[in-house]
């Protein structure tokens, strides 16, 4: 697929079914514009405008993860994108704009293969609990707090997204698979419990949902694209290649209420 190109209504139909069964979708040796990236992830919902990272110009709905503006180290951690507000997104359209010759890659987890591994007694268990997600936890203010334009972001977005709570368990509407969710990345406590039991479950979890045969790492080159549905899996950025740089676009796209 070209995707640079307006899709069809089959062939968008075709790529989001081929997306929610895989999970995750790579096309190699795209060509995207900003504008032309914004319009594909468009055509699946609503965009999301990140409160702390910088946008491409003139196109507030592209967020640029470009090591030269940003302390990328975040990423390096496992996690479903902004899960810390009411309607987490259902997935996203990530450009590889300049990539390390070494390093760099990023995995994803499938999350609905991990719930399929549990045993069924604490599936049952685990419905029952809710869990606390939190900006701040990926968004320390050591590293986002270094200059006043970039605190101030940050200040902003932490009194725009208070901790929430959402299900451990994940239905998704469409198909009504279950996922775990939660994540490394933003997840800090299970409500109700207190740290000492919660933290060894959540640790569990966490260690769970990464294992090696839930995931699948990915080589980047220029130009690549990856698609991924962010209900059903959560992705690491490794950050291995020292101080060279890597600029990656991203198209976030609003989901539904999580259930």
């Known amino acids: 697929m070209d995707l640079s190109r307006p899709l069809t209504d089959e062939a968008r139909a075709e790529l989001k079914a081929a997306l929610v069964e895989r999970q995750v979708l790579f096309f190699r040796d795209q060509t995207l514009t900003e504008v032309e990236q914004r319009d594909l992830a468009a055509g699946f919902g609503p965009l999301h405008i990140h409160p702390i990272y910088p946008s491409a110009p003139n196109v507030p709905e592209i967020m640029v993860l470009d090591t030269a503006l940003n302390d990328l180290r975040d990423n390096a951690t496992w996690h479903s994108d902004v899960s810390f507000t009411k309607s987490p997104s259902f997935g996203a359209v990530l450009l590889a704009k300049q990539v390390p010759e070494v390093g760099g890659?990023?995995?994803?987890?499938?999350a609905a293969a991990a719930y399929d591994a549990l045993p069924e007694g604490m599936k049952t268990w685990l419905a029952t609990l809710e869990a606390t997600h939190d900006i701040a936890k990926s968004?320390?203010?050591?590293?986002?707090?270094?200059?006043?334009?970039?605190?101030?972001k940050?200040?902003?977005?932490?009194r725009s997204n208070p901790p929430i709570t959402h299900p451990v368990i994940r239905t998704l509407p469409d198909t009504g698979r279950k996922v775990i969710f939660v994540s490394e990345g933003f997840t800090t406590g299970i409500v109700g419990m207190e740290p000492p039991l919660a933290e060894p479950l959540l640790a569990m979890l966490f260690a769970h949902v990464i294992r090696p045969e839930f995931t699948v790492r990915w080589k980047w080159r220029a130009g690549d694209v990856a698609i991924w549905d962010n209900r059903s899996?959560?992705?690491?950025?490794?950050?291995?290649?020292g101080k060279t740089r890597r600029v990656m676009n991203r198209a976030t796209i609003v989901g539904d209420p999580v259930v």
Do not use: I, M, V
């Not at 890659?105 to 499938?110: E, I, M, P």
């Not at 968004?139 to 101030?152: I, Q």
């Not at 899996?233 to 290649?241: C, E, G, I, K, P």
């Open 105 to 110: 890659d990023t995995l994803w987890a499938s």
């Open 139 to 152: 968004f320390p203010a050591e590293r986002f707090g270094f200059d006043e334009e970039t605190k101030l």
């Open 233 to 241: 899996t959560q992705h690491y950025a490794t950050y291995d290649y």
């Open 154 to 158: 940050l200040e902003a977005a932490k």
